[in-house]
């Protein structure tokens, strides 16, 4: 695949706690063209302008401005760029403050803390939103909060939960994600053994939490994946970035089909086919290497699940495509 020449960006991660990074939101941001600053509480005056500002989550509350005054700063940041129409993004505390900043009310939810992976069921608007095309109407996510918010004026309800109506929502080109798509096993089993208070405000041990949640989430992680690719490549589009590569999914099994040929499984959303028969496509090994390759067809072989397998040409027949490899694709350059 010939490279092409990227378009960079820069994406201001703010994050309030050491354990809650960008997390798997990094690599797709990168992906799609960005150049990534995470800090550490500190945000700046200068991140008003700054192509793409992420606020992560955190176990303050948004009012929590005399102990953690950096969140008032945040706060009047999202202001300002909202008022600008620039783009932004909150996750968990992030689409607190977010919501906060375009003047809905952030409280602590009556229903308490909701803490594991537990499901998500997207609105009418969520269903017609291109970042969860393709998405079953009700799926799991990684919950970890006790607060919750008022739907902004003017913003796009995408999904709800069973214990609190608003999850995501869609405010111009700013989206807001109260839970945590960028949470892979290792973060959230280290959360867990770290969390003590949080696991007694819901009544369950950490063993609890991770003999039934670790499994789960390690069968949704694709979904969150592909989420997060969606949001880097929107806001890329928003800003001019690109010309980088675009995730599209994680392989679960390889299948040999003829000399060259190799299914690939789970492969991309049934209801969305985003690479086309030509197309090239690089598969990056866990080792970080890679081989090429080329989209032959779609090879659903009559399987009815959430996604169609892929059948590709590989550029070396003698590859191998373990599980675990990524599927990418080029970026076109804006």
Do not use: K, N
């Not at 994946?225 to 880097?232: C, D, F, G, S, Y």
């Not at 060259?260 to 030509?278: E, F």
């Not at 959430?306 to 059948?311: G, Y």
């Amino acid at each position: 695949m010939a490279p092409t020449r990227l378009h960079r960006r820069t994406a201001v991660v703010l994050t309030h706690e050491a354990l809650e990074g960008p997390g798997l939101l990094g690599p797709a941001l990168r992906r799609a063209g960005f150049d990534v600053q995470v800090r550490l509480c500190e945000p700046r005056p200068a991140d008003a302008g700054a192509d793409l500002l992420v606020v992560m989550g955190g176990p303050m509350s948004v009012e929590d401005t005399e102990r953690h005054p950096f969140l008032a700063e945040e706060r009047a940041l999202l202001r300002q760029r909202l008022e600008a129409g620039r783009t932004c993004l909150g996750i968990c505390l992030g689409a607190q403050l977010l919501a906060a900043a375009a003047g809905a009310r952030v409280f602590p939810g009556e229903r308490g803390m909701v803490l594991g992976v537990l499901p998500v069921t997207l609105t009418s608007e969520g269903l017609a939103d291109p970042l969860f095309a393709g998405f079953e109407e009700r799926f799991e996510v990684v919950h970890w909060h006790a607060d919750t918010f008022e739907l902004p004026h003017g913003a796009q309800l995408l999904a709800a939960s069973a214990r609190y109506p608003h999850e995501a929502f869609r405010l111009g080109a700013s989206y807001g994600v109260q839970w945590h798509p960028e949470v892979d096993v290792a973060t959230f089993t280290r959360w867990v053994h770290e969390s003590p208070e949080d696991l007694a405000r819901v009544g369950r041990s950490a063993d609890e939490v991770l003999a039934r949640d670790v499994p789960r989430l390690e069968h949704v992680q694709q979904h969150a994946v592909l989420l997060l690719e969606r949001l880097a490549l929107f806001f890329a589009r928003e800003v001019g970035a690109g010309g980088g590569e675009r995730y599209l999914f994680t392989v679960q099994a390889a299948t040999r089909l003829g000399e060259r040929g190799v299914v690939l499984s789970p492969g991309i959303p049934r209801r969305t086919p985003i690479v086309r028969v030509g197309e090239p496509i690089t598969l990056q090994r866990p080792d970080g290497s890679r081989v090429g390759g080329t989209v032959r067809g779609m090879a659903s072989f009559g399987q009815t699940g959430a996604a169609i397998p892929l059948l590709v040409a590989l550029d070396d027949p003698e590859a191998e495509v373990p599980a675990g490899s990524e599927a990418l694709s080029q970026l076109p350059a804006p």
